[in-house]
């Protein structure tokens, strides 16, 4: 989904990056398709999880729900780190999370 908002990534992470505010995006829709998510553990854990869910046509979270859509699969799922380095309090990325779903809406 193309948002026509730039937005600068300060810092670099990887997939074992723990403690970050994330957005999942759908290549495959034009409008709608972002999901922002925040996690505690490891990315690559957290991405494990909804490719689990999708995999298994477990559509009860909204990540799921989308990709089990029609026409839709993993392969059109982007992922991009937004902000990391929360020491683990999980206010501050919820908080965080909640900032990032309004300026991309």
């Not at 300060?10 to 990056?17: E, G, P, Q, T, V």
């Not at 495959?28 to 999901?35: E, F, L, N």
């Not at 992922?79 to 908080?95: A, D, P, S, V, W």
Request: aromatic content about 8%; charged content about 15%.
């Amino acid at each position: 989904m193309n948002t026509q908002k730039v937005y600068t990534i300060l810092d670099h992470y990887s997939c074992a990056s723990s403690n970050v505010v994330y957005m999942i995006t759908c290549t495959r829709c034009s409008t709608g398709g972002i999901y922002i998510g925040e996690t505690g553990q490891k990315l690559r854990t957290r991405m494990n999880h909804h490719r689990h869910k999708i995999n298994t046509k477990s559509c009860d979270t909204p990540v799921g729900q989308h990709f089990c859509s029609e026409n839709h699969s993993l392969q059109d799922m982007q992922l991009l780190i937004l902000k990391g380095n929360f020491k683990t309090e999980q206010k501050g990325r919820y908080m965080n999370s909640n900032v990032w779903s309004y300026l991309t809406h």
